[in-house]
């Protein structure tokens, strides 16, 4: 099974802001709803934004809204999460994930055991401390 790659996670302060990157090279994203994970230590995956294969309706966990941003570039097959306004409790292992839909991440947790379509990446670390 394929596995999508992620990127651009890194040390930030609190207040900082971070873009994650989720590519492909074996798939065209643009056909499947992509949504973004994260695991603290000790803690479940949970999820945090989605978007639909068109872009058109994008999804964000309740401790999330406001700061993040999903968006997607298909021409290039590739999805971004934007975090902004980052706080130490962001810091964990991102990733992404083919899912079915995306308005279970509309909510205070959601959790996806296995992607839709391949498997779990190695993830990006994102780490927010002063």
């Known amino acids: 099974q394929l596995q999508l790659v992620e990127s651009g996670g890194g040390l930030v302060q609190p207040g900082g802001s971070l873009r994650l990157s989720c590519a492909a090279s074996?798939?065209?994203?643009?056909?499947?709803?992509i949504g973004w994970f994260r695991q603290a230590p000790g803690k479940e995956r949970e999820g945090v934004s989605c978007?639909?294969?068109?872009?058109?309706?994008?999804t964000y966990a309740d401790s999330v809204k406001g700061r993040f941003t999903i968006s997607r570039d298909n021409r290039k097959n590739v999805v971004y999460l934007q975090l902004n306004s980052l706080v130490p409790e962001d810091t964990a292992v991102y990733y992404c994930?083919?899912?079915?839909?995306?308005?279970?991440?509309?909510?205070?947790?959601?959790?996806?055991?296995?992607?839709?379509?391949?498997?779990w990446g190695q993830g990006t670390q994102v780490t927010v401390s002063s």
């Open positions: 994930a083919v899912d079915r839909g995306c308005s279970y991440y509309n909510s205070a947790f959601y959790y996806l055991d296995e992607p839709i379509l391949g498997s």
């Open positions: 978007i639909s294969s068109d872009g058109g309706t994008t």
């Open positions: 074996d798939i065209t994203l643009e056909n499947y709803n």
